[in-house]
């Protein structure tokens, strides 16, 4: 079974930065392309960055361009998201997911994306 453990939320300031990090357990994601979604409360699930199977191509939301940077790792089977000069509307769940299938490249949608996290916690105070 595929799982998927997101870590490294927290509480910080404006201006801190955060690395997150997304176990992957159940299966290799060599062939998949995975993501990070966030979600503030009352508010929908929205696209964050993606990372291509081979990690040769990222993609990021025009509000964290310049901002973040997505990563991972294969032989530790684990996705990164650093997230630097954090701000308050920086303020949600974030989710890490893998796309449905391999070697899928997925849309900024939740539904082109299979398993899903359990979401972290990331709070900007101003």
């Known amino acids: 079974q595929v799982q998927l453990v997101e870590s490294g939320g927290g509480l910080v300031q404006a201006g801190d930065s955060l690395r997150l990090s997304c176990a992957a357990s159940g299966r290799t994601f060599s062939s998949y392309a995975m993501a990070w979604f966030r979600q503030a409360p009352g508010k929908e699930r929205k696209f964050v960055a993606t990372i291509m199977w081979n990690g040769g191509s990222m993609e990021y939301a025009d509000s964290v361009k310049g901002q973040f940077i997505i990563s991972r790792d294969y032989a530790k089977n684990t996705m990164y998201l650093q997230m630097n000069s954090l701000k308050p509307e920086d303020t949600a769940v974030y989710y890490c997911?893998?796309?449905?299938?391999?070697?899928?490249?997925?849309?900024?949608?939740?539904?082109?994306?299979?398993?899903w996290g359990q979401g972290t916690q990331v709070t900007v105070s101003s």
């Open positions: 997911t893998v796309a449905r299938d391999p070697f899928y490249i997925p849309r900024r949608a939740p539904g082109d994306f299979g398993s």
